[in-house]
């Protein structure tokens, strides 16, 4: 802990324990992240996202007629209502995409209604609209994404398929046409690797807005605003926006020395929890030279650029433990697979919409509302002047 004063204060609660979970767990020290025990690598290498997703809300490793379930009902769940189009219709075509999906994740309760069964005794959430919710949110999210794609672009919606799997059909809903097989698994690796990752700000924010039984499109949207910010989600596509203002392969090195010197920070650089490099940022990497084989060795010049500003980084930032995080490559992927940088986020929080669902399941059976205190830093009671006097 650090920079504690003597009332106990931790600025960012850093260290400061704010719940139990089973979920997941990570080793800052010695890199290792696992979803309910199994390692982040493996589950990256050999799962699927609906599996992963499964293992993260039920705890276990799915059985063939669990998973299929599991993904038959996400399949069956892909169709948003007519009328969440028309909202989208209304906001403005250049607006932020975080916001879009926050605004229509939000309004998903009205067209899906229950909220009653979140205190279904009095005090416990229906378990059945708990999974009904879980599924209904999860299976939305890829369509609201693509939705708002196209609607900005002018384009109609184009309407999920039920034959393909929650990553096939993502890209497929955002590029009109059936991914190449590499992309989709591709695609698919990187929804399981943003799945989870502990107590971070956008799950805290789900955590805090549950515990007050909110219903759970809203626990959704509340973590959906927390992503938003440039800390925390928005970090990915700040990092290509940095990769093109370096300009070229020579110009890393002095660039650095200048951000560094102006005291400036390295987007998708540093983590409160990692002191070695994320080990998301590593498997994305790997993600990424499978891409440049693929594609005969076509890939962005961005990527040598992202590669020398890690070398150079690691004699400044490595002493201080600050190494590439999970947005450092992300972004370089999401552009080779044609999505656009804005929409980088928002990709993001599809996936981790099953770690902040996970986590609200695990909440909301022993719940018990947040309300931490403060430390008051203000005025003494003093008596109120009427304006005459001021
Ligand atoms: N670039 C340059 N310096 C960095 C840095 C970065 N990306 N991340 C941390 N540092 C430095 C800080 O300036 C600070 O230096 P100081 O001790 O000399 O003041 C030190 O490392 C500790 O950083 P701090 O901001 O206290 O760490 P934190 O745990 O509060 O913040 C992040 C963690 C993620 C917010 C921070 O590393 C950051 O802003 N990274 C860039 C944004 C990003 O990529 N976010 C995605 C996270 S997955």
Redesign the pocket.
Known sequence: M?KQDNNGYVP?L?GIPAAESKISFLDGQAGLLTYRGYPIVELAQQSTFEEAAWVLINGELPNTDELTRFASDLRANRRVKYNVRDIMKFLPIDGDPMEALQTCVASLGMFYPGQERMTANGVNADSEFVEQMIIKILASMATLVAMWERIRRGDDPILPRTDLTYAENFLYMMNEREPDPVEARIMDACLVLHAE?TI?ASTFAALVCGSTLAPPNLVVASAIGTLAG???????Q??LNMLDDIGSVENVAGWLDQ??AN???????????YKVK?PRANILQDLLEQLREHRHGQISPLYERAKELERC?EEH?SP???FP????YSGLLYEALGIPRDQFTPIFAISRTAGWLAHWKEQITHNRIFRPTQVYTGYEPRSYRPMSLR
């Open positions: 650090d960012g850093k990752h971070n440039p800390l925390h989600g928005g970090a990915n700040r990092v951000r560094l005291k400036q920070v390295i987007w998708g650089f540093g983590h409160r929890e994320d980084a930032l201080k433990g600050i995080n999970v947005d450092f």
